[in-house]
């Protein structure tokens, strides 16, 4: 049902007031749409296996009130703090949380109230740095343009931004503020510590167990002990980009045994 801005999905657990619950947090813009089924079966999982799961479409997207146009960060992390209110108003003391790409980034453990603990944070082919992924979403307007025979193709789309107050790429119109704000986010900078225990999982053609370089550095900034942090590496397809909707059965599978 809807919670304030935005729509908040429960799946009620064993009990209908579980002392643990899992929120999670959707990617960016069109990944989110491609990464549906795969949330939506690792939501329903936990909520059977263990207790109230509850994945929210932020302000501006999804089936959530307001227009992409006027979300930002800050409005992002209201909404994660009102979703994480509701899953207290359902009786949950320790949260864990699953984050996929981008949603890595949003500071999750920065909103967490008193009465609430930290439980376990898994992440999925998680975007390390907030600059660097908002860069290649603006290079799609740029692309577009080219292809299109439109003038303007060589514009910096960041400067379209802070002069009009807003860019379209791709469908999407990106706030000034949106963008500015997702420039300064970091991974290192969002897992504040305090989580019981840490799990990064890629996807690629072949499966393994050591983490990208890009993610290895910037896990290592968090401070975590080594047996509280585990990544890998499952084979599958990008399923956050694929043009037809993919899903990783293995992906799943880690992911609820981490949990489990």
């Known amino acids: 049902g809807r919670t304030g801005r935005l729509l908040a999905v429960r799946w009620p657990g064993r009990s209908a007031h579980a002392e643990r619950g899992l929120l999670v947090v959707s990617p960016f813009a069109e990944e989110m749409n491609k990464c549906r089924p795969m949330m939506a079966r690792a939501a329903a999982d936990y909520g059977t296996r263990h207790g109230a799961a509850l994945l929210v479409d932020l302000y501006g997207t999804g089936d959530s009130e307001g227009d992409f146009r006027d979300a930002t960060v800050a409005r992002w992390r209201y909404d994660l703090r009102s979703a994480i209110e509701w899953l207290e108003g359902e009786g949950v003391r320790t949260l864990d949380v699953l984050a996929l790409r981008a949603g890595a980034l949003l500071p999750v453990r920065d909103v967490l109230g008193p009465r609430i603990e930290p439980g376990r944070l898994a992440l999925w082919q998680p975007v390390v740095r907030g600059q660097q992924a908002m860069t290649q979403f603006l290079r799609m307007r740029l692309a577009g343009a080219m292809v299109a025979g439109q003038q303007g193709a060589a514009e910096d789309p960041r400067a ?27 991974l290192p900078a969002t897992l504040a510590a305090g989580w019981q225990s840490l799990l990064a999982l890629e996807v690629a053609e072949a499966a393994g167990e050591s983490a990208s370089p890009a993610l290895r550095k910037a896990l290592d900034g968090i401070g975590l002990p080594a047996d509280q ?6 084979a599958g397809d990008p399923f956050w980009s694929t043009p037809e909707i993919a899903t990783v059965p293995e992906l799943l599978r880690r992911t609820a045994e981490f949990f489990g």
């Open 160 to 186: 379209v931004a802070r002069e009009r107050g807003f860019v379209e790429v791709a469908g999407y119109d990106l706030s000034e503020s949106l963008v500015r704000e997702f420039d300064e986010l970091a």
């Open 229 to 234: 942090l585990h990544t890998g590496v499952v």
